[in-house]
């Protein structure tokens, strides 16, 4: 049973550059939720996508965006990035329609580093 | 006040004894509760999740939830060297409508386990 899946696993760019960050989720599941995670910190939620579409969002600039595929893998994408972006990026995959008992599971992450 | 705070860290326990971690949430219509767990450089590795008061089992984890106090916690019984990792509590936020997902973090607690 192939687990929740991530590329590319580290990526250096420079400021002011685009990122596009992957994941595949877990089979069976339908729905990706993107985390960013700076050091020592918790993740905090940047947006859920299901059925394609956005669900939900978290208190994220308009430079993040995002895409699902009717394969249900999904795409994060960065533009102008600051250096305040570096860090693990981490997909989660889950069950859209499991309401409140929606269990996430987290791939390895991407870590960015931005100079 | 932060939407969900942990005890603060780091916390030592012999080989053995039994690790408390705690949480306490903000939101008072939240359902579902996570601990998830993470050694250094790796992503969260989900441990258990609890919807009901009371205490739930598996293993050496139980997870206790209180709804009337806002309250959460995991206990680590005959805690291993292995088991030192931080350790995530993660409560699902409900957006409005049926919608689920949005899974908000404690900054974490280091646990670290010495023989």
């Known amino acids: 049973d192939a687990g929740v899946t991530q590329s590319p696993t580290h990526l250096i760019k420079t400021r002011g550059q685009q990122v596009t960050l992957r994941c595949s989720p877990k089979s069976g599941h339908d729905t990706v939720s993107w985390y960013q995670q700076a050091l020592g910190q918790g993740p905090q939620f940047i947006f859920q996508?299901?059925?394609?579409?956005?669900?939900q969002r978290g208190n994220f600039p308009d430079r993040f965006s995002g895409h699902q595929f009717p394969n249900y893998s999904s795409e994060l994408n960065v533009n102008a990035l600051l250096l305040g972006d570096s860090a693990l990026y981490l997909c989660a995959s889950s069950l859209g329609l499991a309401g409140f008992q929606e269990t996430q599971y987290f791939g390895p992450g991407t870590r960015l580093l931005v100079l | 006040q932060k939407e969900v705070e942990q005890n603060s860290g780091p916390l030592s326990v012999p080989e053995g004894a039994i690790a408390s971690l705690n949480c306490t949430y903000s939101d008072r219509g939240s359902q579902s509760f996570f601990w998830y767990r993470q050694y250094s450089g790796k992503s969260p590795e989900l441990i258990m999740f609890?919807?009901?008061?009371g205490d739930k089992e598996d293993g050496r984890f139980t997870a206790q939830l209180n709804k009337a106090s806002q309250y959460v916690s995991l206990l680590i019984r005959d805690s291993q060297p292995s088991d030192s990792a931080t350790y995530l509590c993660?409560?699902?936020?409900?957006?409005?409508?049926?919608?689920?997902?949005?899974?908000?973090f404690g900054q974490g607690t280091i646990l670290t386990v010495h023989p």
């Open positions: 993660a409560v699902n936020i409900r957006a409005g409508g049926t919608s689920y997902g949005k899974l908000t």
């Open positions: 609890i919807y009901s008061n």
């Open positions: 996508y299901y059925e394609e579409e956005e669900r």
